[in-house]
């Protein structure tokens, strides 16, 4: 099963180390929006379950958030 899993941050330059070390992960399918109301920015990219858990993804993701202090708002993921 594939997985999306999304990420949303209080701004782009928040995103940007994340988004980072998800391409240096290779990670290929990712996606990066900004929205217009208040300026946060979404990241979302898929996994393979076969490949990468995603409850452990998850766990990771929170982990180099956490020690990078990047200001993540919410998290969540979803089937495709």
Same mark, same amino acid.
């Given at each position: 099963m594939i997985y999306n !899993? &999304? #990420?949303? #941050?209080?701004d782009p330059f928040n995103a940007q180390p994340f988004v980072i070390m998800l391409m240096q992960s290779g990670i290929t399918e990712l996606t990066m929006k900004t929205s217009d109301n208040d300026g946060s920015c979404r990241v979302? +990219? &898929?996994v393979d379950e076969c490949n990468i858990d995603p409850d452990e993804? !998850?766990?990771? @993701?929170l982990e180099f !958030?956490? &020690?990078? @202090? *990047?200001?993540?708002?919410? +998290?969540?993921? #979803? *089937? *495709?």
């Open positions: !899993i &999304e #990420f949303t #941050f209080v979302t +990219y &898929e993804a !998850i766990k990771q @993701d !958030i956490k &020690e990078n @202090d *990047l200001k993540a708002i919410t +998290y969540r993921w #979803f *089937l *495709l």
